[in-house]
T-cell receptor
Framework: SQKIEQNSEALNIQEGKTATLTCNYTNYSPAYLQWYRQDPGRGPVFLLLIRENEKEKRKERLKVTFDTTLKQSLFHITASQPADSATYLCALSYNNNDMRFGAGTRLTVKP | SQTIHQWPATLVQPVGSPLSLECTVEGTSNPNLYWYRQAAGRGLQLLFYSVGIGQISSEVPQNLSASRPQDRQFILSSKKLLLSDSGFYLC??????????FGPGTRLTVL
């Protein structure tokens, strides 16, 4: 069965640095790979989507890469701020309405 | 704009009691709807999804069931709760390219 691994259960970085989160998967590549942010006690909020034929996507301070050969996505937050502290989830989406989420990485940005 | 509602927000139930959680969506028609469960400190587990009225796909065999009596209503039920049913239950609808939009969630504690 499909496995999704988000390396690092927790990541601590200093304000202003770039945070890099990793999402690896096994088996077949998804049609879309998505990243979400989740704050404690709240539902996840969609951030970015990248398609299987795309290598990179950017949105403001966020950047996502997708390597279907390595079966890996990297999620970068540049010039990180304490307000970026949250849990970040990657999700694999297939054309048959199937959705699979990783366990998440808890990011803490220290001032 | 689309909004998604869930209730109740929190629930404390004894083992063996029944369960009914409701999710409704406004501002869209014929949405794909999903139920997820998130155990403390864990990722999202897909429980059910529905592509239309009366159409339910189950991902995990367990003592939960789902129903979709109306286009924008999705209900999660159980006849007898187990301790292991405790968790954070999230409903979501799907936008373009399977992007998920989550409700505020229901925190269920089974004692």
């Amino acid at each position: 069965s499909q496995k999704i691994e988000q390396n690092s259960e927790a990541l601590n970085i200093q304000e202003g640095k770039t945070a890099t989160l990793t999402c690896n998967y096994t088996n077949y590549s998804p049609a879309y790979l998505q990243w979400y942010r989740q704050d404690p006690g709240r539902g996840p909020v969609f951030l970015l989507l990248i398609r299987e034929n795309e290598k990179e996507k950017r949105k403001e301070r966020l950047k996502v890469t997708f390597d279907t050969t390595l079966k890996q996505s990297l999620f970068h937050i540049t010039a990180s701020q304490p307000a970026d502290s949250a849990t970040y989830l990657c999700a694999l989406s297939y054309n048959n309405n199937d959705m699979r989420f990783g366990a998440g990485t808890r990011l803490t940005v220290k001032p | 704009s689309q909004t998604i509602h869930q209730w109740p927000a929190t629930l404390v139930q004894p083992v063996g009691s029944p369960l009914s959680l409701e999710c409704t969506v406004e501002g869209t028609s014929n949405p794909n709807l999903y139920w997820y469960r998130q155990a403390a400190g864990r990722g999202l587990q897909l429980l059910f999804y529905s592509v239309g009225i009366g159409q339910i796909s189950s991902e995990v065999p367990q003592n939960l069931s789902a129903s979709r009596p109306q286009d924008r209503q999705f209900i999660l039920s159980s006849k007898k709760l187990l301790l292991s049913d405790s968790g954070f239950y999230l409903c979501a609808w799907t936008g373009r390219e399977n992007t998920q939009y989550f409700g505020p969630g229901t925190r269920l504690t089974v004692l």
